[in-house]
């Protein structure tokens, strides 16, 4: 096969014509460039939003981590949820790939078998792409717009005294999937086998296919940020990709304002507990540094708190109330109001709260 | 420096506020995507323009071939010029950077340098970016916007039986110059030297200034593609990105007819024809499968074909009407109307012209 063939067998006929329209697509993959067009009902007064994201192949993924089809899914998942994480809606995606020749079309095949997944699954149109060899590894970099109404993009710097902090998900598990998936690798490597990607079974057998599942095929949360935005009270918004003490510090610092997360009030995740136990770390390094989750982190009007929740668990999305925004200086604590006992503690319920500065980084997954 | 330290370091204080305005950015780098506008003079009924280009370390540069400002430069004009072989204007760039860590964040600077010194020049403002780090080589995708007046943008399958070819620059310039640079570098090498670039003097020794200048610091037709684009009369273009042959193809196949490309009116560059001799290389051969350059090939309505040429000459662009569209089948000749003996043949411009079917594709520069 010759480039365009490749191409062709890669990207042709993987979206239907009317997801196509839907996003205003009026030329796709195949000209120099696409051109793109909202519906015109929809097109003013609409701003656009634009993000890229690459994974690295031995820095985001290897061969025990990840099948090619996760890899294709989470390349375009880590942007659709910068979009979400604007309060946006996602609408186009453009992906480059270089891959080694030792790859072959096939693998790369695959690895779009999981992107156009991912792109079925959230309506974004796939409307360009960039293929080249790579010496070596898999370089993928995909760039994804979206659209929001005029001046309704919601960004880290609007945070306020009195908002409510919340987040929409638990936070730690893709980070506690790939330590599951590391460790199981290196098992099976140990055992003399050329590293695969850990099977789903396993994962399942060992009660970590939760936290798995997070890591290889994250879900942005793009439901919950259309819900939030539109209600017009949330007031910074980030998704929890680098972490929920990194994140809470971008929009502590970009707002100007100090960040109070109740220990007790993180959700924590059953299997990420038990998990974690086993595996001799304490769960909440997973849970504050940990990164990759896709959970938003943001600050809503106080009084709309109760309601806005509310309105997500009606439709079937979590929403915790983890702390409050408070006067600065710009910072981030953590409000230990288990005492030092930890949450399994009867007593240490009623000991008094301790606050920590919390540091931005801790635990840095994979090195990258 | 912390990651976002070295962000900090590559691109603040880069663009003006001016520049930024001018081209609708609401939110640039820095939160979780960018959030851009066109001024509401111009914001309907545009259409957007969506490219991706990607450059990779040993597949399109090394260190012989390319300094980093290089690398940076055309990584953005590729694209710049994708945004122009559809008649629009290129307004925003996102960058994705892959880095061995043995680069260092100095290198990886001056890569962006180069880039920032493109952006200014085509009037592109930067707007998000994400940075990795590579196990082994670098790779950069640059992901371009455009916009265009709604249903003007130029695609390849316009062209019609009876309009002229054209292009606005002499092809093979890239080629050419990537053959010194490989042949000096491995001298160099040779040498017991380490690779570093090789200097701009020893092309300027070598009379290959022009020929390393088209590789290095290619020149996207923005203009050029402006004032065809506003004749209304242009009905295909492409740059030449692959190659005069690959992209002629291109067009023929998606409009369904033949194209005749002249070759005596292929537009030859002393500095090529020059240093073809030398190196012992067919010109012909870098003309018309060079790939890298960034002149467009279109077609336009004959009867216009002298005002458009006459109109860019007048603005300081060349343009040169290399043939004709006719009747399929789909496809390309070349008219040897200089006969046997080449250009250099007093009695060849007199033999009968004779048509040879043109292959896609022959040399393959670089490999990749």
Not at 26 to 43: C, F, K, M, N
Not at 195 to 209: I, L, N, Q
Not at 279 to 285: C, I, M, N, Q, T
């Amino acid at each position: 096969m010759d480039e365009f063939a490749r191409i062709r067998h890669w990207t042709e006929h993987r979206q239907s014509a009317a997801l196509l329209a839907s996003q205003g697509v009026v030329t796709g993959i195949g000209d120099d460039a696409a051109v793109v067009a909202l519906p015109p009902d929809e097109q003013s007064p609409a701003e656009w939003l634009l993000a890229v994201d690459t994974m690295v192949e031995t820095v985001h993924f290897n061969d025990a981590t990840m099948a090619e089809e996760d890899v294709g899914w989470k390349a375009l998942a880590a942007n659709v949820s910068d979009i979400a994480a604007m309060g946006g809606t996602p609408r186009h995606a453009l992906v480059s790939v270089s891959a080694p020749k030792a790859w072959g079309p096939e693998r790369v095949r695959r690895l779009y078998d999981g992107l156009y997944a991912c792109a079925g699954h959230y309506g974004v149109a796939v409307v360009g792409g960039d293929t080249t060899s790579s010496p070596l590894h898999l370089v993928v970099a995909v760039t994804v717009t979206g659209t929001v109404a005029a001046g309704k993009a919601i960004r880290r710097a609007g945070a306020r005294p009195g908002d409510a902090v919340f987040v929409t998900g638990a936070a730690g598990m893709a980070a506690a999937g790939l330590h599951f998936l590391l460790a199981a690798g290196s098992a099976a490597a140990g055992g003399g086998d050329s590293p695969r990607p850990v099977p789903p079974a396993a994962a399942e057998a060992a009660g970590t296919a939760a936290l798995v599942q997070a890591h290889r095929r994250p879900a942005p949360s793009v439901r919950a940020a259309a819900l939030l935005a539109a209600r017009g009270t949330v007031t910074s918004l980030n998704d929890v990709s680098d972490g929920l003490a990194s994140e809470a510090w971008e929009i502590a610092e970009a707002s100007g304002v100090k960040l109070a997360l109740r220990e007790s009030r993180l959700p924590r995740s059953g299997s990420l507990t038990a998990y974690a136990h086993r595996a001799g770390v304490d769960p909440l390094d997973w849970i504050l540094y940990g990164g990759e989750d896709y959970a938003l982190l943001g600050t809503i009007a106080a009084e709309d708190a109760d309601a806005a929740k509310a309105e997500l668990e009606a439709a079937g999305l979590p929403m915790y109330l983890i702390g409050e925004a408070e006067q600065g200086p710009a910072g981030v604590e953590l409000v230990r109001d288990y005492g030092e006992r930890g949450p399994g503690s009867r007593r240490g319920r009623f000991s008094s709260p301790r606050r920590e500065p919390l540091a931005k980084r801790g635990y840095n997954h994979f090195g990258g």
